[in-house]
């Protein structure tokens, strides 16, 4: 699904000064990666960008200018393509998921976030890992169930993901998994990883004996609407800093879906990291 597509289905006319709810704010979103990035426009970041724009990837700068290069890069290389299969939307945060083509030689699996402020957007977060094959159950990262319902659950199920990486990965407490994790149905979109709560131990099991752990630290943002909720996380995977990005979709209170993207934190290198990481 193109950017064009989402917002065509979901575009809200509102003046941008003028966003009431979440879904103003996402129409508005939707419609500034349309007309910037997807269309390759870099004089309309001026519309729907501020000035100051605060800027977490470390390879651009801060600022709308440092925006309308890279648009402008990316548009002459005749070659960019943006995807989303889900945006969700959560107060002034808006988060897309999707897969990126042109940045290199291998397309991009991505999370997007953007805050909006005073009909702007101020801020910009993300996490990108080269496209892999299919897991072990046949599912690409990107693929699966789309459609946000129960949005009367939103709060509890933003709690329920918040505890779940609080307990059962943050301080390691002994949970009951299927308080939080669907035994009947869980589908796994981690390229390493197999459907079910087995395939999830099996993956386990085999960075044990590998002498790998994976220990998350630190929630940053927990992003929800109705039954997806995106954690933003940091924490290492064997020795190595990472930003852990994972999407649940819940069911009845429970995690059935899962994809991430799990990336490198910057090093002391990165040649734009003056907002850091989250």
Known sequence: MTLRTIAAATLI?????????????????????????????AEAVDRYFDPGYIQHNPDVPNGAEALK???????ASGSFKADFARVIADGDMVAFHGRYEGFGPTPMIAFDVFRV???KIVEHWDNLIPEAAPNPSGRTPIDGATEITDLDQTEANKAKVTEFITKGLITHEEINITDYISPVTYIQHNPMVADGLEGFGAFM??????????????IHHVIGEGNFVLAMSEGT?????????DLFRLEDGLIVEHWDVIAPMPGADAPHNEAGKF
Not at 13 to 41: M, Q, R
Not at 69 to 75: D, E, P
Not at 205 to 218: D, F, L, N, P, T
Not at 237 to 245: N, R, S, V
Request: cysteine-free.
């Open 237 to 245: 995977f064997g020795e190595d800093p990472q930003a852990f990005y």
């Open 69 to 75: 290069g890279l648009i402008a890069q990316l548009s």
């Open 205 to 218: 099991a085999q960075m044990a004996e590998k002498g790998i752990s994976m220990e998350y630290s630190k």
């Open 117 to 119: 402020e005073n009909g």
């Open 13 to 41: 006319a509102t003046a941008p000064a003028a966003f009431a709810e979440s879904a103003d704010v996402k129409a508005f979103a939707i419609e500034a990666l349309t007309e910037t990035l997807a269309k390759g426009n």
